[in-house]
């Protein structure tokens, strides 16, 4: 079975081949000037999934996710905030640790911050300058697009298309307006350090360039990020680096599409979004998984309500049947394959596909335990097992494991049982009530009154 992905370069699918049996991933991660939102947790949940079906189908993965922790970006929110800068990207740091580990998010094989990488960024900014490919004036150093011919290869764009609109006025100095920093001097009152044009920082996008090829070197095979990425960020990854070494960059590029609110993408720097960590002191994180996954990782979706309140309602779908499976089947197990399952996430990582394939199992296996049909209930068992494993759920057995809650369980349930037969319904509702509001559902069957978690 061959795993392709949609390849922004090539736009078209691209089957997975590396060079052996590592498939090596760079994942732009976040810049850290404000806390992280749910359209963040988007690409990381995806990149999570892919990962852990990788590793299904036998790849070692190496997957490189940055931190940038130093652009302009968090000079000024620190300044806003009136702290300094290396506590307010720790801080958000810290925060984006938090809420993917709730996640269940695995934690990457490198996670790299632009400050503790300078030495190599000064590197290849200077192999850059020594190509032709970039000159500095007063401390700054830029990169001559138009000495790159092949620059809008990855987004489109032309290079004369993109001068329409522009000032002609050069006020930083620029021989061209299109040209960008690979080095910024620094400014009053601005973090810095040292390199043969004087005191500095890096730009945005060469740290990228520097990390990604540090971790999985040169012609890695894919380069993961966001679709507003796709330009000038990577445009400008791949013309800095591919014209500094005169090697290839990224095999292919892998770009999850916004996750809009109100029609319009969520930004940190209008406040326009609705942080991660609101959302899951409210719902379930396999909820936001859920959420996330249902969608097409190429197709723009919208955060709203109704959606996340529908994501919920189908989790607990799942839920109610694993915890009903677990009652019939004791001993549980996980299946070996799947192949339509794994033929989804294979072609492109058709999530919504797989979730399809996922709900169909918990109909043919609530159609099972009503017919008491115990071969069914343990096949469908171990493949939705497995595939909630690849995907990243993490569902929880909400009675726990200890037997004397299970007593106390079955106490009660006897209990209400003897206040029916007394004909005692009104204390009997009224228990059915109390229960309900610490989270438990009373359900009386053919074969008895039955207690389950909400």
């Not at 089947?329 to 192949?339: C, F, G, I, R, T």
């Not at 339509?340 to 199992?361: M, R, S």
Request: hydrophobic letters at 40%; glycine letters at 8%.
């Amino acid at each position: 079975m061959q795993v392709e992905i949609y390849d922004t370069l090539s736009r078209q699918r691209k089957p997975l081949e590396p060079a052996d049996n590592t498939v090596r991933i760079y994942h732009c991660g976040m810049t850290v000037q404000a806390r992280p939102h749910v359209g963040h947790l988007r690409g990381y949940i995806v990149m999570d999934a892919f990962r852990r079906f990788l590793r299904f189908k036998g790849y070692d993965v190496t997957l490189v996710q940055n931190i940038t922790d130093i652009d302009d970006k968090v000079i000024e929110k620190s300044r806003a905030e009136g702290i300094d800068w290396r506590m307010l990207a720790e801080r958000n740091t810290k925060e984006l640790l938090d809420v993917t580990s709730a996640l269940n998010v695995e934690p990457p094989t490198v996670m790299p911050r632009a400050t503790q990488h300078i030495e190599e960024i000064v590197d290849l900014v200077s192999r850059i300058v020594d190509r032709g490919h970039a000159y500095e004036v007063s401390g700054d150093v830029y990169f001559d697009v138009r000495s790159y011919p092949k620059y809008g290869k990855l987004s489109g764009k032309n290079i004369d298309d993109l001068m329409e609109g522009v000032r002609k006025d050069l006020a930083d100095n620029k021989r061209d307006p299109l040209d960008f920093a690979l080095w910024k001097a620094a400014k009053e009152g601005e973090p810095y350090w040292f390199s043969p044009w004087g005191k500095g920082r890096p730009g945005w996008h060469i740290e990228c360039s520097a990390m990604s090829t540090l971790y999985l070197g040169s012609g890695f095979d894919i380069h993961a990020g966001g679709e507003d990425l796709v330009f000038p960020h990577h445009e400008n990854e791949i013309a800095q680096y591919e014209a500094g070494t005169g090697k290839p960059f990224a095999k292919a590029w892998m770009h999850v599409e916004m996750l809009n609110l109100q029609g319009e993408k969520m930004s940190k720097s209008t406040g326009h979004v609705v942080t991660a960590r609101d959302v899951l002191d409210l719902y379930d994180p396999n909820v936001l998984r859920l959420f996330t996954l249902r969608v097409h990782y190429r197709a723009q979706t919208e955060y709203t309500m109704e959606g996340i309140q529908e994501a919920r309602s189908a989790w607990e779908r799942i839920e109610n049947f694993l915890e009903a499976a677990r009652s019939a089947l004791p001993d549980q197990s996980v299946a070996s394959s799947y192949p339509e399952f794994e033929q989804a996430l294979a072609d492109d990582l058709n999530t919504p596909k797989a979730l399809g394939l996922v709900f169909d199992l918990v109909r043919e296996g609530n159609e099972a335990l009503a017919a008491g049909n115990t071969g069914i209930l343990t096949d469908v068992s171990a493949r939705l097992n497995l595939a909630l494993g690849i995907l990243g759920f993490k569902p929880s057995d909400k009675r726990g494991s200890s037997e004397e809650l299970d007593k106390v369980l079955a106490i009660v349930a006897d209990f209400r049982a003897e206040l029916r037969s007394a004909k005692a319904f009104d204390w009997a509702d009224k228990l059915r009530e109390n229960l309900q509001k610490s989270g438990l559902i009373i359900e009386d069957t053919k074969e008895g009154t039955r207690i389950r978690f909400k």
